[in-house]
T-cell receptor
Framework: DAGVIQSPRHEVTEMGQEVTLRCKPISGHDYLFWYRQTMMRGLELLIYFNNNVPIDDSGMPEDRFSAKMPNASFSTLKIQPSEPRDSAVYFC??????????????FGSGTRLTVV | KQEVTQIPAALSVPEGENLVLNCSFTDSAIYNLQWFRQDPGKGLTSLLL?????REQTSGRLNASLDKSSGRSTLYIAASQPGDSATYLC?????????????FGQGTTLQVKP
């Protein structure tokens, strides 16, 4: 199993541009999570899906952020327009049944976003 | 609002020492608690998960305890090795069901010197 796959690994963009981050969860996992990690705020949950349906998006910072999960094997996080304060590492994670000792909670390697 | 705090923020020990990392949370209504490891530039790896009804979990040289009523957890690492150097994060699942919604602490960065 290749694990949770995120792309791109690194993204540098200019302020005001649209940024799209991609995630492929582990096959068979029914939960998908998007997190953001910064030095100041640590790891924050942005949004999560269950069976492709958004369940809780209370962590999405602003309307500039949107996330979709059109099918069980793909999700996107979009920022439009991007701002320098969006610079962070964005992680995608997936799990089966919300995660457990047996079912795992697996993180991708992250996308490091720099907005200049 | 649930808050998770980890102390210390950084720790440096010589190889072979036993050590304890601390995690505290403000709301005892958690479903479970997990400890993760994060290596520089990498994602997180789940180390141990303790259900709210459990007191501890062990995996190899790692032992995690949970005192839900006092809002505390510890991660004990026995006979530390340089390969244990990483950031260790504690996270709680909020609520009464397994939503998978994790609230993380800021982490403890551990350096084990050879």
């Amino acid at each position: 199993d290749a694990g949770v796959i995120q792309s791109p690994r690194h993204e540098v963009t200019e302020m005001g541009q649209e940024v799209t981050l991609r995630c492929k969860p582990i096959s068979g996992h029914d939960y998908l999570f998007w997190y953001r990690q910064t030095m100041m705020r640590g790891l924050e949950l942005l949004i999560y899906f269950n069976n492709n349906v958004p369940i809780d998006d209370s962590g999405m910072p602003e309307d500039r952020f949107s996330a979709k999960m059109p099918n069980a094997s793909f999700s996107t996080l979009k920022i439009q327009p991007s701002e320098p304060r969006d610079s962070a590492v964005y992680f995608c994670a997936s799990s089966l049944g919300g995660g457990s000792r047996l079912r795992g909670y697996t993180f991708g390697s992250g996308t490091r976003l720099t907005v200049v | 609002k649930q808050e998770v705090t980890q102390i210390p923020a950084a720790l440096s020990v010589p190889e072979g020492e036993n050590l304890v990392l601390n995690c505290s949370f403000t709301d005892s209504a958690i479903y479970n608690l997990q400890w993760f490891r994060q290596d520089p530039g990498k994602g997180l790896t789940s180390l141990l998960l303790i259900q709210s009804s459990q007191r501890e979990q062990t995996s190899g040289r790692l032992n995690a305890s949970l005192d839900k009523s006092s809002g505390r957890s510890t991660l004990y690492i026995a006979a530390s090795q340089p390969g244990d150097s990483a950031t260790y994060l504690c996270a709680v699942t909020v609520g009464s069901s397994n939503t998978g919604k994790l609230i993380f602490g800021q982490g403890t960065t551990l350096q084990v010197k050879p």
